[in-house]
């Protein structure tokens, strides 16, 4: 981690630091043993000692092999520890680091789109090394994206949510050959729910915002989130999410690929996502079809409502939208918020360990907006 100065930043320091081991032992507590991380699996190459070094414990001998790859600022400043990515998901080929120091030997650096000044005066200084490649991170959608100008040719990979950028990140199901037969559906006592901490009408929550009026005419739904009165404690968060049969996974704005942890969280604590978001085709590229209930199914808010109280009578026709689980696990949820950029961030260090082309990222909002 970076120095820090003064007693406020170091006493938030060891806030963070005790946050991200309480919800690290909860992830563990909840998902061991079964080590899942939704990050893609590694496929070692024997010729590489990049490789050797990743399937050897003892990474010292090729430690300078690794590719440095620099976080220019913590995004949002939800900080964690680097060494999270080996512990979680098995990736520690490459160097993490945000040490400024080390900016002439970065082979990458990652920066964050929503830190930098409109007028680019924060950028990393130029010129950048000839060797080095500078990596966007980005992961909202279009509508909730500043068009900072001055950065249409400047990167060279993308790291966003969109299965067309050079690194997606995303939590994925992963498949398992011997079936799970143990998993139970947590005991419910509400019927749907709906968590909300973002009413924000400038973020395009317009969509989901209509579609709720209509619905909730037809069915009780429970509301929780700093939206509504009712603000959820981090530690009730699941559990509360876990007692419901249906979860609204309504996406703030709706794009493709634009699928977010809204939809994991559910299914990972045993849910029903009623989603809303883009087309279901675009879903069932990365959850089962039989998972899922999408608002567009039906021709409106009413006939889902019935749907889901025809549900609510039928235990069979409901524990259908489980069978998935047999074959597939799900990535463990995101205990808190400060966790989003987590994935990102050992993601890129994974691909840029294993990709070390030359690439530019041309035109990058012409690719982002259109
Ligand atoms: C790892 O590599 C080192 C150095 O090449 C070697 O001495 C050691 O025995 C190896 N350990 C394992 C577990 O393969
Ligand atoms: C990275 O992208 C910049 C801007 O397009 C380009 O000038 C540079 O040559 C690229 N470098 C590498 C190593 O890909």
Partial sequence: MANTNGPSLFRLGIIITLAGVISLGIMFFWFSPSKNCPLPVFIPDRNSEINFAKSNNSVTENAEEKPIVLLWVWPE????????????????????????ALYNDADDVIVFHKAINWDLSNLPPSPRPPFQRWIWLHLESPTNTKRIPGLENLFNLTLSYRQDADIPVRMRL????KPNEDFVIPKKDKLVCWIVSNN?????????????????????????????????????YYPTMASCKF???????????????????????????????????????????????????????????????QLDKDEDAYHKYFNWRKHLTPSPPLIFQTQEFNLAICTACDHVARHREYKEAHDLYEWYFN
């Fill in 77 to 100: 400043n939800d900080r964690f520890e680097f060494s999270d990515c080996k512990k979680f998901c098995d990736i520690d080929n490459c160097h993490l680091t945000d040490d400024r």
């Fill in 174 to 177: 992963m498949t398992r050959k």
């Fill in 200 to 236: 924000d009408p400038s973020t395009g929550v317009d969509t989901r915002n209509v579609f709720y009026r209509e619905f909730r005419k037809y069915i009780q739904v429970t509301l929780f989130g700093k939206a509504y009165a009712k603000f959820l404690d981090y530690n009730d």
């Fill in 247 to 309: 979860y609204l996974a309504f996406e703030n704005s709706i794009h493709k690929d634009y699928i977010t942890e809204k939809i994991n969280g559910p299914l990972a604590v045993g849910t029903v996502p009623v989603v809303l978001g883009p087309p279901r085709r675009n879903y069932e590229n990365f959850v089962p079809a039989e998972s899922f209930i999408h608002v567009n199914d039906f021709p409106d808010a009413k006939s889902l409502a019935e749907y889901l109280l």
